[in-house]
């Protein structure tokens, strides 16, 4: 969930494209206009391919991408994982170049709090794991992790791991980015379209229906988020995505300032927070939360985040909050992502399931898909990700830094 809002339609050049007659005929149907499908068509743009049709049944951005934390890190167990997190973060990096827009981030680092030596023991051999790919994670201790954040009470801490290349960026300006650069070179977003059936033969998807009418295509790309078990359904694909609502909320501003802190999770209750405009942003994952699209924002879900941080983060507790807001984690079963190309049909590609990392793995993952449908070399493989592993038994090893 992120620190600015859902993002609107994009201005110049990109809203000119949302309100064009809905193309006929694409190279490229790209379901989805979140961060994951604006990555894609970027990358696809970039690489030549021309005539891309983004369908977004809303506003570019106002779904899952919309309300993501807007943390960007390779702090990760999963070598694959760490692998993407660490090339998007180079990425993220090189954004106002590449492709020349802002994105607001600020690279405060990563802090995860741990209160067990189980905990600690596993976070060793993942720090060892990311450092052997590059990233510069170290465990520390609870007087140094004090000293990074300030609001912490040691007590009950047994050990922190940090890593000082990650921290947090805006996602509604990442998608605007991606969506203009891509607009410029000739992509249409089709927003406020929703699909609503697809067509087949042979082993081919050939047309996808909207309730603005059909596009015949030559390849479809599924990059739906929390909806995208439907969209595979249209075409025998099965893509077991479930959604989760996840809750956070704002302090009011702050006198004085918040100090810069990393962003910081006690990884034991899945509480964190970090700075914010003139104040925080505080989350927690309700372990009794149900699954389902409801995107309703309770208030009362701070009384959770309040009885953790009361221990691990006194001062958190009692500060005063203006807002908040609920979004949905696109959750797999071994909360892993879904990235490949079905067996069939053999055009009908994803990228999906990200179970909360859809936003720092976009970068790496609009590349990945690129050559996917390029029929390229990923530069990175992925082919443990594929969707057919729950049905062949082949699930990768979960991934144990869920936020």
């Not at 209750?269 to 372990?287: I, R, T």
Request: hydrophobic share 40%.
């Amino acid at each position: 969930m992120a620190s600015s809002p859902p993002l609107p339609e994009p201005t110049a050049p990109a809203d000119r494209t949302a309100r064009r007659t809905l193309p006929s005929t694409a190279d490229v149907v790209i379901v989805g206009g979140g961060v994951m499908g604006a990555s894609i068509a970027f990358h696809l743009a970039e690489a030549g391919v021309r005539d891309i049709v983004v369908v977004e049944r809303g506003e570019l951005g106002g779904g899952s991408s919309g309300k993501p934390i807007g943390g960007v890190r390779a702090q990760f167990s999963d070598p694959l994982n760490i692998e993407l997190g660490n090339r998007s973060l180079r990425a993220f990096r090189d954004f106002p170049r590449r492709p020349c827009a802002d994105i607001g981030l600020d690279t405060v680092g990563y802090l995860f709090l741990l209160t067990g030596a189980r905990q600690a023991a596993d976070f060793e051999e993942s720090v060892r794991t990311q450092n052997r790919l590059g990233v510069p994670s170290r465990m520390i201790g609870p007087r140094e992790a004090r000293v990074l954040c300030p609001y912490l009470s040691a007590e009950g801490l047994v050990a922190a791991a940090h890593s000082p290349a990650d921290g947090h960026a805006r996602p509604a300006l990442v998608v605007r980015g991606y969506a203009r650069a891509a607009a410029r070179a000739g992509t249409v977003f089709a927003t406020h379209t929703a699909v609503t059936g697809m067509d087949t033969v042979g082993e081919r998807v050939t047309v996808v229906h909207t309730d603005r009418g059909p596009v015949s295509c030559e390849a479809v790309i599924c990059a739906a988020g929390a909806w995208s078990a439907r969209i595979g359904s249209l075409v025998g694909v099965d893509l077991p995505v479930r959604p989760l609502r996840r809750q956070l909320a704002f302090t009011v501003p702050l006198v004085p300032a918040a100090p810069r802190i990393p962003f910081t999770i006690d990884f034991a209750s899945s509480a964190y927070f970090h700075n914010s405009d003139d104040g925080l942003l505080l989350g927690l994952a309700d372990p009794g939360e149900t699954e389902g699209f409801d995107t309703t924002w309770t208030p009362e879900w701070l009384d959770l985040f309040r009885a953790v941080v009361r221990q691990r983060a006194p001062a958190l507790a009692d500060m005063e909050t203006c807002r908040g807001w609920a979004g949905l984690y696109e959750v797999t079963p071994d909360h892993n992502a879904l990235i490949g190309r079905a067996a069939s049909p053999v055009n009908f590609l994803y990228a999906t399931g990200f179970s909360g990392h859809g936003f720092l793995q976009a970068p790496a993952v609009g590349e990945i898909v690129r050559d996917l449908f390029l029929e390229r070399r990923p530069c990175v493989d992925v082919t443990p990700l594929g969707a057919d592993r729950f049905r062949t038994g082949a699930e990768s090893r979960p991934e144990a830094h869920v936020v």
